[in-house]
């Protein structure tokens, strides 16, 4: 089956001074990339879960710099580039590390390598002699997985004035694989949203935003092919009035805890004015650490742990009967978690889709709210009905434990029209409804 991955470009829009100065600098223009990708089904009508759709923003890296595109990811760690030698797709150039004079391999054995991995799930390791590397290997809940050297390079910021060069660790990657797609030459191992690499914007030791030592960012994500922005640092009275929620900070390592993800309170659920009977204590981090929420930009859905799922399947079903026709294939699942799918003509789902009830993720002192063309996705590739003049459509909120994970996961595309600030300086994380299109306008980051 092929499917249309949609790869959204959002404009980096980056402070030139620390907190209280007002943004200003050069702006990058958004891109929007699609890119035709095999998928492989380990069942009929079932596909794994991936990040299908992701978040890019161009960066320069190096000296003399080279432009690349790195998915934008505030629930990994690490940013790395896919470098010399390593696959690459068509029209994505790794990066040329021995064409930057300011790269630099870090040695194994170094206090670098021994101490600045202690929050990757695989600490940094010393390669096989008579190798001098410093390795690294990376997983993702996608199955895909990346290894490579630990290095330095230069990160040229160009949104402020003059624009400003800081040095960070990242992974140079030589060998990316995964198990959910095939290239072109049938490899498994396509990248799949044409990106140079990632920039891990969680709260790490080593994500680009401990190392840069950003205090503030915040994006809008405009829905469709519409701009989108990102500031790193104060947003000069730009953004709109917040809704903040607490960070949640839990000190002792717990194994299903992540200490450095954007971790927050899920108070409850609510399908139009119905708030879901789901009990306290399955909203909350129980002992082992499985249950937190985390609000992530690497994502593209949203997914909830099986109880809070199935509560919402229901209530939504139940809510929604007279304007949506359930699908009627108990077997049939989208990317293996989302199974309350539903079939009709894209006119009348279109039209439909107005009137369903709005869902609800209260949050602590925040509401994220999803409504409209946002509840639902239509499936690529799959049709039903006489001449196939139905497309098949899914909740946009999926089961965790069907992904393999152990936690609430707010995903990007709930973001939408939602103005998302990360003030790490005052532990939260603030939510407000945009339009998203007039706020890159306002900013001067169309494209």
Known sequence: MEASLVLLCLCVFLASGGEGRSPAGTVLPLQVRVQEVELEAPAANRLRFRHNVSLTVPVAVGTPPQNVTMVLDTGSELSWLLCNGSYAPPLTPAFNASGSSSYGAVPCPSTACEWRG?????PPFCDTPPSNACRVSLSYADASSADGVLATD???????????AVGAYFGCITSYSSTTATNSNGTGTDVSEAATGLLG????????VTQTGTRRFAYCIAPGEGPGVLLLGDDGGVAPPLNYTPLIEISQPLPYFDRVAYSVQLEGIRVGCALLPIPKSVLTPDHTGAGQTMVDSGTQFTFLLADAYAALKAEFTSQARLLLAPLGEPGFVFQGAFDACFRGPEARVAAASGLLPEVGLVLRGAEVAVSGEKLLNMVPGERRGEGGAEAVWCLTFGNSDMAGMSAYVIGHHHQQNVWVEYDLQNGRVGFAPARCDLATQRLGAGA
Request: glycine share 12%.
């Open 118 to 122: 202690r929050d990757l799930p695989v």
């Open 201 to 208: 914007m969680n709260r790490g030791t080593l994500s680009f």
């Open 154 to 164: 230069t990160f040229l910021l160009t949104g402020g004035a003059p624009p400003v």
